[in-house]
């Protein structure tokens, strides 16, 4: 049995993520989110989506991205 990086649990069914150079093993994709999602800048939560990017950061939303001074975002066109 593998051991999940994220939570250190020995399951039978873990899987493999590679991202860049970077391998990781996971026993549920909430732990692949947890390690591997980028987080908002603004709020902290993990982004699942497309999310907004501004300048040089990621946001979960636009709301967020202009919170954090970026006022030329929108979620619609």
Do not use: W
Not at 13 to 25: A, R, S
Not at 37 to 66: K, S
Request: proline share 1%; aromatic share 6%.
């Amino acid at each position: 049995m593998e051991t999940c990086d994220t939570c250190g649990n020995s399951y039978d069914k873990t899987f493999t993520i590679t991202k860049g150079d970077k391998t990781g093993t996971y026993d549920s994709f909430e732990c692949a989110i947890h390690a591997l999602a980028p987080t908002c800048e603004h709020c902290g939560c993990r982004i699942l989506g497309h999310g907004v990017e501004a300048g040089e950061r990621m946001y979960c939303c636009a709301h967020c991205a202009r919170e954090s001074g970026h006022q030329d975002v929108a979620d619609r066109a």
